[in-house]
């Protein structure tokens, strides 16, 4: 009699409890994040106090400094204070430049659970807010910088579940191909969850108002968004936008449905889509673009 025996060890499946530690486990904001949002948001606040704060970093004003003098926002002559940025680019905008700088060690690092090289991440996650925004601004939706930092950090689960990706990350891809599911859902099929829901943890560890938690948690089920939906319907297509590009692509990129209902949520036609796409390729692989400016 033959016996087969398999030597292979599956895997556990993380508990909750496991992904609140992990999520737990991230590094908080800076404190100078938390007082850049708090001054940014008071209408009495004054040019100075912004700068006062922000200077109080060499490295965060240096990486300021880049991002404002970055082809992004294409001024004639170079901004060299941060009190000319803020003058300049307005408190908003400051604000998403500080967030941007802030999370860039964390976003670029390798995720290697998700088939991710170090800085593609980052490189999604930043091109995803700068086409959220840009979208915000042609539908004419109220928060366009709401829409940048939601775009921004839409796929901030992925730094805390790759570490289960790297032994599940075949298994899902099978479940993908075999019921012909988006990769999302066979995330959480296999997993038992998925890393928008993880990023809706992290956002609410860093205190974010709801309906950017929910648009971090509804990205890919824009549908399911009751908060803000229109916010939400923007990261879905912003998201798909950058994929589409192939822009941090990884091993979800190619799994990735877009929802009519979010586009019809927007007004918008699906030419808005090329459209977009050939706006913003331009600009991103500028080698001087946003997108390199916080190195």
Partial sequence: MNLKISLRVRWVKPTLERIVQDVQDLPALPQIVEQVIRVTEDPDSTVKELNDIICQDQALTARILRLANSAYYGFPRRISTVVEAIVILGFNTIRNLVLAASVYDLLSREVPGYQLGKGELWRHSIA?????????????????????????????????????????????????????????????????????????????????????????????????????????????????????????????????????????????????????????SDLFVDKNSFLDATK
């Fill in 128 to 280: 995803c807010a700068m086409a959220a925004r840009l979208l915000a601004r042609q539908v004419r939706f109220p928060a366009p910088d709401q829409a940048f930092v939601a775009g921004l950090l839409h796929d901030i689960g992925k730094i805390v579940l790759s570490v289960y990706m790297q032994d599940a990350y075949l298994e899902i891809i099978n479940t993908v191909k075999e019921k012909r599911i988006p990769f999302s859902q066979a995330e959480k099929d296999v997993l038992g969850f998925t890393h928008a829901e993880v990023g809706a943890k992290v956002a609410e560890k860093w205190n974010f108002p709801v309906p950017l938690v929910e648009a971090i948690a509804f990205h890919h089920e824009p549908t399911r968004a009751r908060e803000n939906a229109r916010l939400t319907a923007l990261v879905h297509i912003a998201d798909a936008i950058c994929m589409m590009m192939g822009i941090g692509l990884g091993g979800d990129g190619l799994c990735y449905p877009v929802f009519p209902e979010a586009l019809s949520l927007l007004g918008l036609q699906q030419g808005i889509i090329e459209e977009l796409i050939d706006r913003l």
